[in-house]
């Protein structure tokens, strides 16, 4: 068809027909550039998560000025999915995401008029951020707040004031820490700051319920009494059916131990003393001797003269005394014993055994309890596995009840790129789709209506007057006959007064 004769057809249709074409053209052409505007659209990806509003701004900033197209929405911000990678590793030698806070880098932007007091407050912001940044790498902590108050050291003053410390955690929902891991994140912050004592630190939720509360020993030990006896109960539960499992078969036997322990610390100190021992300790012997005696001689000058003396007579007197005193020592022993503590005191066990199944003559398994020779025999082996002791009053309950063994189905795991081939396959499956549907309702019925030649207008015959007919047939040919009988046909009055002229009656 020649673009010529085209024209002239659509010339020929009516107002309501070129407005309707119009319209469906319009339609057609601004369905195919939305698709390919889509198609056209990069995929975009999640840069990065949960940010701070410091980072998120920072990160946006420089997407700008990278002149890198971006979408910021509550989850995050996403990128195009081909430049996700290398725009992390852009950023991250940037210093970007800063993770919440300032850290150690607020020492790259001191200048020379940088005051003492103005780099101390600096120190403890970087300090303060740092913890941030360390606490909030952890799995359960969501965000997180460090307030520190470091009292400055003066030589004027004899009081001592410690630093202080406080922590606030926004943890991931239906996330609990455990005293442990609270104990952790004070140590943590303790062993950071000089001179800070793990008492002064507070650790806090965002609900405002404090997680280190100070309690007394025998409560402090409870969580770690309960992990304790919560282990040993599961090691016997394990031996047990480690041991059993391969006479009754997998996943056939169900064990539950339960542990009484003893944590009572108990310290005792004798002594002993032995009686028949004695040994001598110090001995202390005291002689004392006095002897007095008296001289007689011619009295006189002579006699009392040193070496004249003439001894006409003697007497004798002497005192003898002597002390012995002997100390003994009693033989003793003395001995302080410490009792171990987590002593088990009892055990009971109950296992449930699985029976064996015998299929009938319908294709139905019939069960079969365990005899009573296997538990007793399986008891025996239970008691052998956990160490039972008649001393501590241990007990075993072995049962043999039916129960259904449920097969443990492990779905092999999609492989972490899969939306990158199913996005892609939906995006171009639905522009293939709109287009067919573009070209079956609407370009094809155009082109169809383009091709279809317009109905010739309805002329409506002349049929001639009575004078006419009768001028002859020379001045005005006849029309044809099926031409007759269709006026005929719409015109019936005048087709019978045209009859009646002919005939030669009145009208």
Same mark, same amino acid.
């Given at each position: 068809?020649?673009?010529?004769?085209?024209?002239?057809?659509?010339?020929?249709?009516?107002?309501?027909?070129?407005?309707?074409?119009?319209?469906?053209?319009?339609?057609?052409?601004? =369905?195919?550039?939305?698709?390919?505007?889509?198609?056209?659209?990069?995929?975009?990806?999640?840069? @990065?998560?949960?940010?701070?509003?410091?980072?998120?701004?920072?990160?946006?900033?420089?997407?700008? #000025?990278?002149?890198?197209?971006?979408?910021?929405?509550?989850?995050?911000?996403?990128?195009?999915?081909?430049?996700?990678?290398?725009?992390?590793?852009?950023?991250?030698?940037?210093?970007?995401?800063?993770?919440?806070?300032? =850290?150690?880098?607020?020492?790259?932007?001191?200048?020379?008029?940088?005051?003492?007091?103005?780099?101390?407050?600096?120190?403890?912001?970087?300090?303060?951020?740092?913890?941030?940044?360390?606490?909030?790498?952890?799995?359960?902590?969501?965000?997180?707040?460090?307030?520190?108050?470091?009292?400055?050291?003066?030589?004027?003053?004899?009081?001592?004031?410690?630093?202080?410390?406080?922590?606030?955690?926004?943890?991931?929902?239906?996330?609990?820490?455990?005293?442990?891991?609270?104990?952790?994140?004070?140590?943590?912050?303790?062993?950071?700051? #000089?001179?800070?004592?793990?008492?002064?630190?507070?650790?806090?939720?965002?609900?405002?319920?404090?997680?280190?509360?100070?309690?007394?020993?025998?409560?402090?030990?409870?969580?770690?009494?309960?992990?304790?006896?919560?282990?040993?109960?599961?090691?016997?539960?394990?031996?047990?059916?480690?041991?059993?499992?391969?006479?009754?078969?997998?996943?056939?036997?169900?064990?539950?131990?339960?542990?009484?322990?003893?944590?009572?610390?108990?310290?005792?100190?004798?002594?002993?003393?032995?009686?028949?021992?004695?040994?001598?300790?110090?001995?202390?012997?005291?002689? #004392?001797?006095?002897?007095?005696?008296?001289?007689?001689?011619?009295?006189?000058?002579?006699?009392?003269?040193?070496?004249?003396?003439?001894?006409?007579?003697?007497?004798?007197?002497?005192?003898?005394?002597?002390?012995?005193?002997?100390?003994?020592?009693?033989?003793?022993?003395?001995?302080?014993?410490?009792?171990?503590?987590?002593?088990?005191?009892?055990?009971?066990?109950?296992?449930?055994?699985?029976?064996?199944?015998?299929?009938?003559?319908?294709?139905?398994?019939? @069960?079969?309890?365990?005899?009573?020779? #296997?538990?007793?025999?399986?008891?025996?082996?239970?008691?052998?596995?956990?160490?039972?002791?008649?001393?501590?009053?241990?007990?075993?309950?072995?049962?043999?009840?039916?129960?259904?063994?449920?097969?443990?189905?492990?779905?092999?795991?999609?492989?972490?790129?899969?939306?990158?081939?199913?996005?892609?396959?939906?995006?171009?499956?639905?522009?293939?789709?709109?287009?067919?549907?573009?070209?079956?309702?609407?370009?094809?019925?155009?082109?169809?209506?383009?091709?279809?030649?317009?109905?010739?207008?309805?002329?409506?015959?002349?049929?001639?007057?009575?004078?006419?007919?009768?001028?002859?047939?020379?001045?005005?040919?006849?029309?044809?006959?099926?031409?007759?009988?269709?006026?005929?046909?719409?015109?019936?009055?005048?087709?019978?007064?045209?009859?009646?002229?002919?005939?030669?009656?009145?009208?």
């Amino acid at each position: 068809m020649a673009l010529k004769d085209l024209i002239d057809r659509i010339q020929d249709w009516d107002s309501k027909r070129k407005l309707t074409a119009l319209t469906l053209m319009v339609v057609a052409l601004s =369905g195919i550039i939305l698709l390919i505007t889509w198609a056209q659209a990069p995929d975009y990806q999640i840069l @990065y998560t949960n940010l701070q509003p410091d980072d998120a701004g920072a990160i946006i900033q420089k997407l700008k #000025e990278m002149k890198v197209p971006y979408k910021s929405t509550q989850t995050g911000i996403l990128v195009p999915s081909d430049q996700v990678y290398e725009l992390r590793l852009q950023l991250a030698s940037m210093g970007l995401p800063q993770g919440g806070g300032i =850290g150690y880098e607020i020492f790259d932007r001191t200048g020379l008029g940088t005051t003492e007091f103005v780099q101390k407050v600096n120190l403890r912001r970087a300090l303060q951020g740092e913890l941030s940044r360390t606490i909030r790498s952890l799995q359960e902590v969501m965000d997180c707040r460090v307030h520190l108050t470091i009292p400055e050291r003066s030589i004027f003053t004899s009081l001592d004031q410690q630093p202080k410390a406080s922590v606030l955690l926004k943890l991931r929902p239906g996330v609990k820490l455990t005293k442990r891991q609270v104990q952790g994140i004070v140590h943590l912050v303790a062993s950071s700051v #000089e001179g800070l004592s793990p008492d002064n630190v507070t650790v806090i939720d965002n609900k405002g319920n404090i997680l280190n509360t100070k309690t007394d020993d025998t409560t402090a030990l409870t969580t770690t009494q309960l992990e304790y006896q919560r282990a040993i109960e599961h090691d016997i539960e394990k031996r047990i059916i480690s041991i059993l499992t391969p006479v009754v078969g997998k996943n056939r036997v169900r064990a539950k131990a339960s542990v009484n322990i003893d944590f009572t610390k108990v310290e005792e100190t004798q002594e002993i003393y032995d009686p028949d021992g004695q040994v001598v300790r110090s001995k202390q012997k005291l002689t #004392e001797r006095k002897s007095l005696a008296s001289t007689a001689g011619v009295p006189g000058v002579q006699s009392n003269l040193p070496g004249r003396t003439t001894r006409t007579g003697k007497s004798k007197a002497g005192i003898t005394k002597e002390t012995e005193t002997v100390n003994y020592e009693i033989s003793k022993i003395l001995s302080h014993v410490v009792k171990p503590t987590g002593v088990i005191k009892r055990i009971s066990v109950a296992v449930l055994v699985d029976g064996k199944y015998k299929e009938d003559g319908s294709g139905k398994k019939q @069960y079969i309890p365990r005899t009573e020779e #296997e538990i007793k025999t399986y008891e025996e082996l239970v008691k052998k596995a956990i160490g039972f002791s008649d001393e501590r009053s241990d007990e075993v309950k072995i049962v043999s009840m039916p129960f259904e063994v449920q097969e443990e189905v492990f779905q092999a795991e999609p492989e972490k790129d899969y939306m990158r081939y199913i996005i892609p396959t939906v995006k171009y499956g639905t522009i293939l789709l709109l287009a067919l549907l573009i070209l079956l309702f609407i370009v094809r019925p155009l082109m169809k209506a383009l091709k279809t030649p317009p109905p010739a207008p309805v002329r409506q015959p002349s049929y001639p007057s009575t004078a006419e007919i009768e001028a002859g047939p020379e001045r005005r040919e006849l029309p044809s006959r099926d031409e007759i009988i269709e006026w005929a046909k719409e015109n019936p009055q005048k087709a019978a007064m045209l009859i009646k002229k002919w005939m030669g009656g009145n009208p």
